[in-house]
């Protein structure tokens, strides 16, 4: 189908930008008029994702994060976080609740759990060594 | 500032208000100054209050989870209040959306 609308911003993984992130988003779905629940979800989902790629994918350096997002005519947001960091050997085991690997005990291990609660897809690809992509989708309701 | 912390005269409960957003960034401030309190005080209750949050990520579930630990080391209860709608659908992914999270152990160590 073909994009409605599209857009892509880069940012260092510094935790200072993660609300830079997901303001960004709201801003860009904002312009198909979203109820605020569902900003509220695309924000805490987006949230969720860079917090990842800043804290986990980029564990001992200062990377970069790229996030680009479409919308579709039938409604469709999707997001792709994106980082060149470590990568994530077993995707199936960092998706499972409460896993974590931080070890100060101050992570919960639920961000992959809040983002399946709050969005309709969450597809996520990594390569250990090169880095990790993860692909949000929502169906927004349009008003027309 | 990210939290407004009050202790009751009689120094048994220990009240924290969130305010603005907590995520990964704001969490770690909020954590340090929540437990240099409850540390300090040793109080019965801690009661975290989230009227004041605009925007909560699972961050937040960590601050919730630390606490509780926290707490049952020091033999205290802790409460969760004032949640809002898009605050208690984060809380309820990890189950503690309707908590009030005691220790059934009882009285505090002397």
């Given at each position: 189908m073909k994009?409605?609308?599209?857009?892509r911003?880069?940012?260092?993984?510094?935790s200072?930008?993660?609300s830079f992130?997901?303001t960004?988003i709201?801003?860009?779905a904002a312009?198909?008029?979203?109820?605020v629940?569902?900003?509220?979800?695309?924000?805490?989902a987006?949230?969720?994702?860079v917090t990842?790629?800043?804290?986990?994918?980029?564990?001992?350096e200062?990377g970069?994060v790229?996030i680009?997002a479409?919308?579709?005519?039938d409604?469709r947001?999707?997001?792709?976080?994106?980082?060149?960091?470590?990568?994530?050997?077993d995707i199936?085991?960092a998706?499972?609740?409460?896993?974590?690997?931080?070890?100060t005990?101050?992570?919960?291990?639920?961000?992959?759990?809040?983002?399946q609660?709050?969005?309709?897809?969450v597809?996520v690809?990594s390569t250990?060594?090169?880095?990790?992509?993860?692909t949000?989708?929502?169906?927004?309701k349009?008003k027309q | 500032?990210p939290v407004?912390i009050?202790?009751?005269p009689?120094?048994?409960?220990?009240?924290?208000y969130?305010t603005?957003?907590?995520?990964?960034?704001?969490?770690k401030?909020?954590r340090?100054?929540?437990d240099?309190?409850a540390?300090?005080n040793?109080p019965?209750?801690?009661?975290?209050?989230?009227g004041?949050?605009?925007?909560m990520d699972?961050?937040?579930?960590g601050?919730?989870?630390?606490?509780?630990?926290l707490?049952?080391e020091?033999?205290?209860e802790?409460?969760?209040?004032?949640m809002?709608?898009?605050?208690?659908?984060v809380m309820?992914v990890?189950?503690?959306?309707?908590?009030?999270?005691?220790?059934?152990?009882g009285?505090k160590p002397?």
């Amino acid at each position: 189908m073909k994009i409605q609308n599209r857009m892509r911003v880069s940012f260092p993984a510094r935790s200072v930008n993660e609300s830079f992130a997901r303001t960004v988003i709201a801003a860009f779905a904002a312009t198909v008029d979203p109820t605020v629940d569902e900003l509220i979800d695309i924000k805490t989902a987006v949230s969720e994702a860079v917090t990842n790629a800043i804290v986990h994918g980029y564990r001992e350096e200062l990377g970069q994060v790229y996030i680009g997002a479409s919308l579709y005519p039938d409604g469709r947001l999707v997001v792709r976080i994106r980082d060149t960091g470590c990568g994530i050997p077993d995707i199936k085991k960092a998706m499972e609740p409460l896993y974590t690997t931080c070890e100060t005990g101050e992570r919960a291990g639920l961000g992959f759990a809040v983002m399946q609660e709050l969005m309709d897809k969450v597809q996520v690809r990594s390569t250990p060594g090169k880095g990790t992509t993860v692909t949000l989708e929502k169906r927004l309701k349009i008003k027309q | 500032m990210p939290v407004k912390i009050e202790l009751s005269p009689d120094r048994e409960t220990v009240t924290v208000y969130f305010t603005g957003e907590i995520d990964h960034h704001s969490a770690k401030k909020m954590r340090e100054d929540i437990d240099s309190c409850a540390q300090h005080n040793e109080p019965r209750v801690l009661i975290l209050d989230f009227g004041g949050v605009e925007f909560m990520d699972s961050s937040g579930i960590g601050i919730v989870l630390g606490r509780y630990r926290l707490m049952q080391e020091l033999g205290g209860e802790l409460r969760l209040q004032n949640m809002p709608s898009h605050i208690r659908k984060v809380m309820r992914v990890a189950g503690i959306d309707n908590l009030k999270m005691t220790d059934s152990k009882g009285d505090k160590p002397k």
